[in-house]
């Protein structure tokens, strides 16, 4: 690990501007993630911003009825909080389904977001990775993938976001508030905080330099019966091959959101239109234009069996 310096904030506003000021610099608050790559020497900030004494660590109601979940609120209290259990179903499953006890006592609403993918090209420093090193190539192309996006990828970069609770985030159109160095609040909807990698893999979402997120925001309840089913190489702490996150109505409308399979949580408007005819009917639009590698193909049949079996579980 190199040298760095250490601050800790003493508000938004002051920790979005110190990071803005200076080159290099992060915020860290549970540091789950972060810390791992600097060991790794795949993050290198020459200065770190602590940002978990501004106590936006709360979970409050909204004026329309949904819920404003602080930036650092941890993903076992959010979890574990009875108003998400009861209204948010799907997003206390996901939190569940990620990690261990122990990380999601230490990891934060607003660091899970931010976490980066697991691809195994991006970890080893030996290898080739757009997302790592713009402008260097993606070894991953050429290499094992079976872990890696079958669709939102581009020919510079196939990796996956690795998070479950984003799924679920998407999957109830959350919008995320932050603030940036001049004190200046803004709200990014869900759908496009998490970037397709394109040609600049690098740029992994919608933040500007020193823009901090602060919270985010669920809408009122929806209703239904929520699922969230992850299928995964072992029972636990290991990361999605493909998840399924859905909310489906007695009506049998709903919406679906996919993880393990893409550089972002995947939603298709199209797709939910299609919930009442069953799975088939869902992947056709959902997986349009997909591109899967030979060694993991595999992912398109299994999204359609993972939520043939979410739908059978939700109409049961």
Not at 25 to 30: E, L, S
Not at 68 to 76: D, L, Q
Not at 249 to 268: E, K, L, T
């Amino acid at each position: 690990m190199k040298p760095f310096t250490y601050e800790r904030a003493t508000s938004p506003a002051a920790a979005a501007a110190a990071v803005a000021r200076t080159p290099g610099a992060k915020f860290i608050a549970g540091g789950t993630n972060l810390l791992d790559l600097m060991k790794l020497e795949i993050e290198v900030p020459t200065h770190l911003i602590d940002v978990q004494e501004l106590k936006l660590d709360k979970i409050e109601p909204t004026q329309d009825g949904g819920l404003r979940v602080g930036a650092f609120v941890s993903n076992t209290a959010l979890a574990s909080d009875a108003r998400v259990r009861r209204d948010y179903g799907v997003l206390s499953r996901a939190i569940v389904a990620g990690a261990s006890g122990q990380l999601r006592n230490k990891a934060t609403t607003a660091g899970n977001l931010l976490q980066r993918t697991r691809c195994p090209y991006f970890y080893d420093t030996n290898q080739a990775c757009n997302k790592r090193k713009p402008g260097s190539g993606c070894a991953a192309l050429g290499g094992y993938s079976r872990q890696l996006g079958i669709i939102g990828t581009s020919d510079a970069c196939i990796a996956t976001y690795p998070g479950d609770m984003a799924v679920a985030m998407r999957l109830l159109d959350a919008k995320i508030e932050t603030i940036n160095a001049t004190g200046q609040a803004r709200t990014i909807p869900i759908a496009d905080f998490h970037q397709l990698p394109g040609t600049t893999p690098h740029i992994e979402n919608a933040l500007q330099r020193g823009e901090l997120i602060t919270a985010v925001t669920l809408p009122k309840p929806l209703g239904g019966t929520h699922t969230y089913r992850k299928v995964r190489d072992r029972a636990s702490y290991a990361y999605a091959l493909v998840s399924v996150a859905a909310i489906v109505q007695p009506d049998g409308s709903g919406r679906v959101a996919i993880g393990g399979i893409a550089p972002r949580p995947w939603r298709v408007d199209a797709a939910d239109g299609q919930l009442r005819n069953g799975s088939k009917a869902v992947v056709a639009p959902l997986l349009a234009g997909a591109r899967p590698t030979e060694d993991n193909a595999f992912k398109v049949p299994l999204v359609e069996r993972t939520l043939a079996a979410v739908l059978a579980e939700t109409r049961a």
